[in-house]
C-alpha cells in the first residue's frame, strides 16, 4: 500500500481539523499558535516530541527565524523570531517555523531562516523554506474560512487590506493567498527598487496564457500602467484599462483592473490585476506544459522570503 505524501497544505488542514475538534467547533478567524504549539506533541505530528517551548526572541542578528532542538533533551524544541518585525511577520515566521517542525525535523536538528543562510543556493533548503511558506499561509488563512470571505465579495485592496487585518496577517500574504486561491484570473506583481521581483498568478491565469509582458532584464514597470506612475502611490479602487497595455497576448477588447499599492518609502509596489473573465482555448493544451512556477516560485526557491 502506498503511503500518501504529506504535503504543507494538507498538514495545515490536519492541525486545524484538530483545533475544531478540541475546541467544539470553528476556529476563530485568529488562529491561535500557542494553542498549536502546545497541541502538536500530543497528536501524530509530535512524535517523540514532549515540548515545544514558547516563542523567544532571537539575540542573535540577521535572524529572521529559528527551530532549534534541544541538545540537552532531544525531546524538546524552541522557536526564534526577530524582535523587530511586526507583528504579524512574526505570526508568519512563528507559523513557518512550525511548518518545519511538523515538514523537516527528521533532516535537521536546526533550522536557521535568516537571509545569510537561504541565500546559499543550496536546492534542499530552497524547497524546504518554500514548504514551510505554504504550510504558514494555509495555517493562519483556513482554506474553507478564506473561502467564504472573498466568495461573491467585491475585490479591491480595501477589501483585502481589511481581511489581513482581521487574519493578523501582512498585506502581500493576504493577497499571495488571494490569487492562489482565487477562480478570477488574477496576477500580483511585486516590484523593488523600481524592478520586478516577482510575478505570481492563479490557476485561470495560467490556463489562459496571461502573463505580464517581460522586455527587459531586469524588467521594469511596463509604459502606461500605475506601477509606472510615481505620482500615484496607491490606487484601491482600482483602474480599469485594455489588459493588453500588460498581457500582450490579451485580445484587444479584453480588460482589467490595476490595482497599487506603495509602500511608505515607495520603494516596494504591489500591482493587484484582475483580468477580465476567458475560458481557456480548447485547442491550446499547451499550458499543461508551462513550468509549474511562476516568478515568486523562483523567488522563494532561491530562499528570498517576501515581506509578509
Known amino acids: 500500500m502506498t503511503v500518501e505524501a504529506l504535503t504543507p497544505s494538507k498538514a495545515a488542514s490536519h ?51 529559528a527551530l532549534v532542538r534541544n541538545p540537552v533533551d532531544v525531546s524538546e524544541w524552541g522557536i526564534f523570531y526577530n524582535p523587530d518585525a511586526r507583528l504579524e511577520r512574526r505570526r508568519f515566521t512563528v507559523a513557518h517555523e512550525l511548518g518545519h517542525f511538523v515538514l523537516h525535523r527528521d533532516s535537521n536538528d536546526a533550522f536557521n531562516c535568516n537571509k545569510a543562510a537561504v541565500y546559499s543556493g543550496s536546492d534542499t533548503l530552497a524547497v524546504i523554506e518554500r514548504e514551510a511558506n505554504v504550510f504558514a499561509s494555509n495555517l493562519l488563512m483556513p482554506g474553507d474560512v478564506f473561502g467564504k470571505a472573498i466568495n461573491g465579495s467585491r475585490i479591491d485592496l480595501r477589501f483585502l487590506s481589511d481581511l489581513a487585518n482581521k487574519f493578523e496577517v501582512s498585506f502581500e500574504a493576504l493577497c499571495i493567498r488571494f490569487i492562489q486561491f482565487t477562480d478570477q484570473r488574477a496576477i500580483l506583481v511585486c516590484w523593488d527598487n523600481g524592478f520586478l521581483n516577482y510575478e505570481c498568478r492563479s490557476s485561470k491565469a495560467r490556463m489562459t496564457r496571461a502573463r505580464i509582458h517581460r522586455r527587459d532584464d531586469p524588467q521594469e514597470p511596463l509604459p502606461g500602467t500605475l506601477a509606472a506612475d510615481d505620482d500615484v502611490a496607491q490606487e484601491w479602487e482600482g483602474a480599469e484599462m485594455s489588459a493588453a497595455i500588460w498581457c500582450p497576448e490579451e485580445a484587444p477588447h479584453m480588460q482589467l483592473r490595476e490595482f497599487k499599492h506603495s509602500y511608505s518609502e515607495r520603494e516596494r509596489v504591489l500591482s493587484l490585476l484582475i483580468l477580465e473573465s476567458a475560458e481557456p482555448r480548447p485547442w491550446d493544451t499547451s499550458w499543461h506544459d508551462e513550468e509549474t512556477e511562476d516568478s515568486y516560485d523562483r523567488f522563494i526557491s532561491k530562499g528570498q522570503l517576501p515581506v509578509r
Not at 18 to 28: F, K
Request: charge should be positive; include cysteine; proline fraction near 10%.
Open 15 to 65: 492541525i486545524i481539523k484538530w483545533m475544531r475538534a478540541y475546541l467544539g467547533g470553528d476556529v476563530p478567524l485568529v488562529t491561535d499558535l500557542d494553542l498549536v504549539r502546545k497541541m502538536l506533541p500530543s497528536t501524530p505530528y509530535g512524535k517523540g516530541v514532549k515540548e515545544i517551548k514558547a516563542p523567544m526572541p532571537a539575540t542573535w542578528s540577521g535572524c529572521e527565524g
